[in-house]
């Protein structure tokens, strides 16, 4: 994801500040949403979740709960020592980051991390560009994702939600002009197996 990304990711904030808002426990799309989210797709395939939520005016993980067992797959957020341990050692990922109608993209490898003795976080060691301290006690739901789009460029990530169904983050390491290695793609498909053996966060997806 590059120039070409940022702006349809910024052109898609700037649209709508109007985002729906759910109840913890509503966060899987419903037979109307599905459709919805399907017949959008259809006519934008690849397209980052978080553009379609945007239009489509729903939360990122109802979207990304209906994009189908083939494109994605979810863990609940209690899953995310585990997957975390995975993602540790990807050469190169995009983390995409969006506050408001801000985004920021680091381009980083993943460092390993481990929970806090004295808080609620899990602090990332000083290995990477990408550093912080996070809490994910409060995620509601993972989900790895393989969305092919045009050229035969497939988007390769795992996306964070919190409980209410909205982004904490992303993390990707392939799309536009981003190619991962054969090592990073490897890991990445451990991370797919790892969560689709997981319980899933919505019945049937």
């Known amino acids: 994801m590059r120039k070409s990304s940022i702006a349809a990711v910024l052109v898609a904030v700037s649209m709508s500040c109007i985002t729906a808002r759910v109840a913890a426990s509503d966060v ?40 189908g067992a083939d494109r994605a797959v979810s863990a609940p957020g209690s899953a995310f020592a585990d997957v975390w341990a995975v993602m540790t050692g990807w050469e190169q990922a ?15 490898g993943v460092s390993p991390g481990a929970p806090s003795e004295t808080s609620q976080y899990f602090n990332i060691k000083y290995e990477h560009p990408l550093r ?13 994702v393989a969305l092919p789009g045009a050229d035969e460029v497939v988007l390769r990530g795992v996306l964070f939600f919190d409980s209410d169904g909205a982004s904490v983050f992303g993390t990707f390491i392939s799309g536009e002009a981003l190619t991962p290695s054969g090592s990073d793609l490897a890991r990445f498909n451990d991370v797919w197996e790892l969560i689709e053996a997981s319980p899933s966060v919505c019945a049937g997806s």
Request: hydrophobic share 50%; glycine share 6%; proline share 4%.
């Open 28 to 67: 899987c799309a419903t037979v109307d949403q599905a459709a919805a989210v399907k017949e959008f797709y259809a006519a934008s395939p690849g397209t980052l979740p978080v553009i379609a939520a945007r239009r489509l005016k729903l939360t990122e993980a109802v979207v990304t709960s209906a994009l």
């Open 94 to 108: 995009n983390f995409l980051i969006m506050k408001g109608a801000n985004v920021f993209e680091i381009l980083s």
């Open 132 to 144: 912080g301290h996070l809490r994910p006690d409060l995620f509601g739901s993972i989900y790895a």
